[in-house]
């Protein structure tokens, strides 16, 4: 039942890896089609694949860590606790993924490209299964990880909180 299920179990059966920003992951999709060099503006430039999609958990001991992509992302809930998502634009924002849609919860999010944020789990199970897709697809040279002190004067409203999310300060 998938109600009994662990993190462990999950990990197993998805065959999850440690990841630098997302906890685990498995890469469950990359288009076989690609954007050819110059088809789209930079950073995009040098070409990418259409899309690419993965699944990630989250656990206290293998958080999201503050980062961003250049690619929009589209951020799937599917089984365990909600995770509350900082996106650092705006003053900062507070959106919770997760299954509870009566208490505001969303089943999707999405994240536009460049945007740093983290996420800290809430609940009882401590762990979170969840996906991505982006688009177009994401090549290492996308991701950046997030300098803490930086954002925190850049979006003072939220410093506290960004300070806040122990995954999100090395």
């Given at each position: 039942?998938?109600?009994?299920?662990?993190?462990?179990?999950?990990?197993?059966?998805?065959?999850?890896?440690?990841?630098?920003?997302?906890?685990?992951?498995?890469?469950?999709?990359?288009?076989?089609?690609?954007?050819?060099a110059g088809g789209l503006?930079?950073?995009?430039?040098?070409?990418?694949?259409?899309?690419?999609?993965?699944?990630?958990?989250?656990?206290?001991?293998?958080?999201?860590?503050?980062?961003?992509?250049?690619?929009?992302?589209?951020?799937?809930?599917?089984?365990?606790?909600?995770?509350?998502?900082?996106?650092?634009?705006?003053?900062?924002?507070?959106?919770?993924?997760?299954?509870?849609?009566?208490?505001?919860?969303?089943v999707q999010l999405l994240?536009?490209?460049?945007?740093?944020?983290?996420?800290?789990?809430?609940?009882?199970?401590?762990?979170?299964?969840?996906?991505?897709?982006?688009?177009?697809?994401?090549?290492?040279?996308?991701?950046?990880?997030?300098?803490?002190?930086?954002?925190?004067?850049?979006?003072?409203?939220?410093?506290?909180?960004?300070?806040?999310?122990?995954q999100a300060v090395d």
């Amino acid at each position: 039942m998938i109600n009994d299920m662990t993190a462990d179990d999950v990990l197993k059966l998805l065959n999850l890896e440690p990841n630098a920003t997302c906890g685990f992951v498995r890469e469950t999709y990359r288009a076989t089609q690609a954007i050819a060099a110059g088809g789209l503006p930079a950073p995009f430039a040098d070409g990418r694949p259409l899309g690419s999609a993965l699944y990630f958990m989250v656990t206290a001991k293998a958080p999201v860590r503050l980062h961003r992509i250049r690619n929009d992302q589209l951020y799937h809930y599917y089984l365990g606790d909600p995770l509350e998502v900082l996106l650092l634009r705006g003053q900062g924002e507070h959106v919770i993924v997760g299954p509870d849609l009566r208490a505001g919860h969303r089943v999707q999010l999405l994240i536009p490209g460049n945007t740093f944020h983290t996420a800290r789990i809430i609940g009882s199970k401590h762990w979170f299964l969840g996906a991505s897709t982006e688009w177009p697809g994401v090549i290492p040279a996308d991701v950046e990880l997030g300098k803490p002190d930086v954002l925190m004067a850049q979006f003072p409203k939220v410093a506290a909180d960004i300070r806040d999310y122990p995954q999100a300060v090395d």
